[in-house]
Each structure stands twice: as structure tokens, then as C-alpha cells.
């Protein structure tokens, strides 16, 4: 059974700093690229930064510079370090992953990912 397991979002104060983690499981072949989206209430899903296969990554304007994304492919993990926070980062945040060859931004921004992890919640908030 395929699996993404979320971890690390939390409450912080604006200019704060939180790393979120996706753990992936179940895959009987690794994504080919996993991302980071979030949506917060009343606003549109988005995507925040993907990651391919190869390290080629994308990020959202509104998280350029802010915010980075790696892996570790021994850990199955991706991480999303995210620092200088803002109110307007608060959100669920989820990661989602696809086996199909999109490049990061496709992933991002024009996709519907297959698989979900179940959501964590960052507040950034004083």
C-alpha cells in the first residue's frame, strides 16, 4: 500500500523556521518527482516545490529564496525546509508524489498528483 506520512508542521512565530518531512512507502517503483502543495481555507490549492528524480527542482515565486526542498533517497524522505515564514505560508501542507515523467514545475502547477500524504498544519502566527 502506498504511503506519504507528513511530520514537522507546527506553530511558529513570523520570521520562524520549520523543516517538514514526506516519508514515502509502498512504492513498487520510486516517483518519478514529489512536491510540496498547500492550501489554506477559502484559497485554491498550490503548489509550493517539487523535486524530480534527478534533483531538478521548482518553487513557487511566493517561496523563492525562503524555502528549500531536498532528499534522502536512502530515507525514501523528501524535506521541506521553510525559513523567514510568513503569515500567508500558514496552511495544511501536503505532500504528493507521481510516477509519471513530469518535470518539477509540471508537478507543481499543472498536475493532479496520484498519491497523497494525509496533510500537516503550519500556522505562522504571533
Known amino acids: 500500500q502506498v504511503q506519504l506520512v507528513e511530520s514537522g508542521g507546527g506553530l511558529v512565530q513570523p520570521g520562524g523556521s520549520l523543516r517538514l518531512s514526506c516519508t514515502a512507502s509502498?512504492?513498487?517503483?520510486?516517483?518519478?518527482?514529489i512536491g510540496w502543495f498547500r492550501q489554506a481555507p477559502g484559497k485554491e490549492r498550490e503548489g509550493v516545490s517539487c523535486i524530480r528524480y534527478d534533483d531538478t527542482t521548482y518553487y513557487a515565486n511566493s517561496v523563492k529564496g525562503r524555502f528549500t526542498i531536498s532528499r534522502d533517497n536512502a530515507k525514501r524522505t523528501v524535506y521541506l525546509q521553510m525559513n523567514n515564514l510568513k503569515p500567508e505560508d500558514a496552511a495544511v501542507y501536503y505532500c504528493a508524489a507521481d510516477l509519471l515523467p513530469y518535470t518539477p514545475q509540471a508537478l507543481c502547477t499543472k498536475s493532479t498528483p496520484e498519491h497523497w500524504g494525509q496533510g500537516t498544519q503550519v500556522t505562522v502566527s504571533s
Open positions: 509502498g512504492f513498487t517503483v520510486d516517483p518519478n518527482a
